[in-house]
């Protein structure tokens, strides 16, 4: 817009004030009530009619809730002060169960529902002794569904699912607890249900949690008057454990694939959870549940999922090398690197060793063996590292360049060898030259890549010669 324009209107804006100051002075708004005699008037004013109640609204039963239990058999409603909560208990007991969530048969060797001496592997926040003052039953995995995932204020978890395992006679069972809302008014009783059944937990486990469940949870506490520190808790993500494993092998690290491509569950009648925030936003509107049951199924097996999946994580990464679940050359390449951030480089050396036996892509397994290399050289290891280059440097200057740059480097630098590293830097040299004539024959495929090879080596040989020069020079005595 123009400075004329913003005049204009700037003038419209004056006549448009002095026009409704002229009209107050004549008076002609004094039969509008101000706003104190106007909110007097309304609450003296009779209440009015009743609305007429939705027609697919279900009938309230004398105790004024709607008659939805009827169709939740397994559930039971909670009068609270603050509202009323659905919550609905499952148990998952015995082995046969287990298995059938994904557990396989001798995966702790008896030793418990889940090793706590490997949970820190997939825990930043604690290190290994933390976990020994923490009981299976202080593991507490939490899931959510909610009206939408785009987070914020307008996001609400009107059902909050939380697993724990707990002691028997013969060993463990797998609990859960379920709490879910009629409406959003009841929401401050569901989050003080759960906090109550949070504060008995130490860690917390979720896939994907970390960043949206916890969080959402966290805010509905704080805007409901609830005291957020009950989440304060160490928190187990399986989604990055997940994510770094799984990534070059599954189609998406969504936790319905990981159940099906790697614990073997499949599920059966399940629920598309696009549809979860329009089936709930319906039931809460009409008092109709006809899928809340199924959602309420879905959520039970977000949660029980989560601790086979847990167990499997926390046992690739301790022991990969001896775990029975660790089995394709994908997960031993992935389980290299994180060993490499863990400056791990023996474990590392040994993952990437497997996974280059594994391996039948031949580009995959020079990515390999360059990364295998490198590895040794980090240790310091310079004769493996050296026989790795050798065999690299053979083949294209396309796919071989690294390999002899980090020759020339090795001679050059740890074996203090100029001679050596010159004779290289000729040799690649002379070979750039033949594939460069080659080049003109064909389409040029490549071409400019050993062109910036060249160049690079160009350099170093102009560096190398001097070297050499100065040091044949005789030293003059002062």
């Known amino acids: 817009m123009d400075l004329r324009a913003r005049l204009r209107n700037i003038e419209k804006r004056k006549r448009r004030d002095a026009q409704l100051l002229d009209d107050i002075r004549a008076g002609k708004y004094e039969h509008i009530a101000p706003a104190s005699e106007y909110f007097a008037q309304k ?15 279900p009938p ?12 939740l058999r397994d559930a039971r409603l909670v009068v609270g002060k603050s509202g009323r909560t659905i919550v609905r208990e499952v148990t998952i007991d ?23 001496g490997a949970l820190h ?64 008014c009841h929401e401050r009783d569901m989050m003080e249900r759960l906090a109550e059944r949070l504060a008995s937990f130490k860690v ?13 949870l966290r805010s509905r506490a704080i805007m409901n008057r609830i005291s957020p520190s009950v989440l304060n808790k160490f928190q187990v993500d399986l989604l990055h454990p997940a994510r770094r494993l799984w990534k070059d092998v599954l189609p998406n690290v969504q936790l319905s694939t990981v159940e099906r491509e790697v614990l073997g569950v499949y599920r059966e009648g399940d629920i598309d959870s696009g549809l979860i925030p329009e089936l709930f936003l319906n039931f809460a509107r009409t008092g109709v549940c006809e899928e809340m049951t199924a959602i309420l199924d879905h959520n039970v097996q977000d949660i029980a999922s ?14 990969p090398e001896s775990c029975p679940l660790v089995s ?21 050396v040994r993952l990437i060793e497997r996974a280059i036996e594994g391996c039948q892509c031949e580009s995959d397994e020079r990515a390999m063996m360059h990364k295998l290399a490198m590895l040794h050289k980090r240790r310091r290891d310079w004769a493996p590292a050296v026989e790795l280059w050798d065999s690299l ?37 002379s070979q750039a030259t033949m594939e460069s004539e080659l080049a003109m024959f064909t389409n040029g495929k490549d071409a400019s890549v050993v062109v910036d090879f060249v160049a690079d080596l160009e350099k170093r040989r102009a560096r190398l010669e001097k070297r050499i020069a100065q040091s044949k020079k005789p030293r003059v005595e002062p």
């Open 43 to 57: 609450a003296e004013a009779p209440s009015p009619p009743p609305a007429t109640p939705h027609p697919k609204a």
């Open 60 to 71: 309230e039963n004398p105790a004024g809730h709607a008659l939805i239990m009827d169709q």
């Open 94 to 116: 015995g082995e046969a169960a287990l298995l059938a969530s994904g557990y396989r048969e001798g995966l702790l060797g008896g030793s418990g529902p889940v090793p706590m």
């Open 121 to 184: 592997h997939i825990c930043k926040e604690l290190e290994p002794a933390d976990f020994a003052g923490i009981s299976p039953g202080e593991i507490g995995f939490i899931d959510t569904e909610t009206t939408g995932l785009a987070g914020g204020a307008g996001t609400v978890a009107f059902l909050v699912g939380c697993g724990w395992w707990e002691p028997v006679a013969d060993g463990w069972r797998f609990r859960l607890e379920q709490y879910l809302i009629e409406d959003f």
């Open 204 to 216: 917390l486990v979720s896939f994907n949690g970390k960043c949206f469940d916890v969080p959402l």
């Open 306 to 319: 989560m601790a086979p999946l847990l167990v499997h994580l926390a046992l690739a990464y301790d022991a």
């Open 328 to 348: 394709r050359w994908e997960e031993y390449r992935a389980l290299s690197r994180w060993l490499e951030q863990q400056r791990d480089f023996d474990g590392a």
């Open 393 to 429: 440097a053979r083949g294209p200057l396309r796919r071989s360049a690294t390999a002899w740059t980090e020759l020339a480097k090795y001679h050059e630098r740890a074996a203090k060898d100029p001679q050596a590293a010159l004779a290289i830097v000729r040799k690649c040299l």
